[in-house]
């Protein structure tokens, strides 16, 4: 599998992240902690993704209440393998609501635990999971910086955050002469194109890298929902639907559709079609993918081999514009 360079971070990245948020649970969400993969399927997927050329494991400390990074951690142990590790920090590893941030104090306690966890002595990639109104950015960088100068992270980034954010960040680091942001994970398919707002600007103008996850949008651009049927037994969609209700219209199904005579006409799964549509924006480093099964792999694999046009990229994005 192809790599590229994150950034200016120095660090190198496969072209696809394996996604491990619903090891153990499925995200954040307290309420489903213990569901989504089990650790022997989470292990068979670990084991895939690194046949399959994946360089990178995107996990958080607060997926599957702490499960993620566990299994993870006892994956490289039981397996000698040396893999790039990227982690966030935001919400309670526990799922309490309380225990949540990026004040400095909370960020040297988590950064211990997913160290721990990940049976670690450092991550290669670190990451804010949600913007902390409580806490000065600048205070949040001070004790990023503080951590890459202990050599506890190589580098870090934001995830969830808009353009003005993204600017504040980068000037704090510079007035303040501390580590630098080093890439954007925001979400990001044909679905969701918020990041097209000002955030892949920023990215160009300043060299930093953008490794967007949820490219599916929640199995959205899959194809496996469809006007006027049920959602499929544990999907999304009837796990944790909150973040893709408004994409319950017409005018959703319309561009559904469209969008599955375009990948038909090019004799691919839609899946695949939309994947070959995010890894083609110029600003894209890496995508997050975050398979259920090993098989589901071969989805991203065939969507590097699907290179499209800038016109077939515009077409594409009309369809739901």
């Known amino acids: 599998m192809d790599t590229r360079q994150l950034g200016t971070t120095g660090v190198e990245v496969s072209r696809v992240l394996l996604g491990c948020g619903n090891f153990g649970g499925v995200g954040s969400a307290p309420e489903l902690f213990g569901q989504g993969e089990s650790e022997e399927e ?65 960020v040297r306690r988590e950064i211990e635990g997913s160290l721990g966890r990940l049976q670690a002595d450092h991550v290669d990639m670190y990451l804010t999971h949600a913007v902390d109104e409580e806490t000065p950015i600048a205070d949040t960088l001070t004790v990023f910086d503080e951590l890459v100068r202990a050599g506890k992270v190589r580098a870090f980034g934001l995830s969830n955050v808009d353009a003005a954010l993204l600017e504040e960040a980068l000037e704090a680091s510079e007035r303040l002469g501390l580590a630098r942001v080093g890439w954007v994970q925001n979400e990001y398919s044909l679905l969701e194109r918020g990041s097209e707002d000002g955030v892949f600007e920023i990215c160009e103008r300043e060299g930093l890298g953008f490794t967007p996850f949820s490219p599916l949008a929640g199995g959205w651009l899959t194809g496996k929902y469809r006007r006027g049927e049920a959602y499929p037994a544990g999907s999304r969609m009837t796990q944790r639907p909150d973040p893709y209700t408004v994409l319950e219209t017409d005018r959703t199904f319309d561009a559904l559709e469209a969008f599955e005579a375009a990948a038909t006409e090019r004799g691919v799964e839609p899946a695949v079609l939309a994947l070959a549509w995010v890894l083609g924006q110029p600003r894209v480093t890496a995508v997050v993918v975050g398979p259920r099964r090993p098989a589901h792999l071969e989805t991203a694999l065939a969507a590097l081999d699907l290179p499209l046009s800038v016109q077939e990229r515009d077409e594409l994005a009309k369809l739901f514009s």
């Open 42 to 106: 989470a292990f068979a997927l670990m084991d895939a993704a690194v046949a399959a050329g994946i360089t990178v494991f995107d996990t958080a400390a607060s997926y599957g209440g702490g499960r993620s990074e566990q299994w993870i951690g006892r994956w490289r142990a039981s397996r000698g393998a040396d893999v790039t590790l990227s982690t966030k920090v935001y919400w309670s590893v526990a799922g309490a609501p309380d225990d949540r941030g990026l004040a400095p104090e909370r």
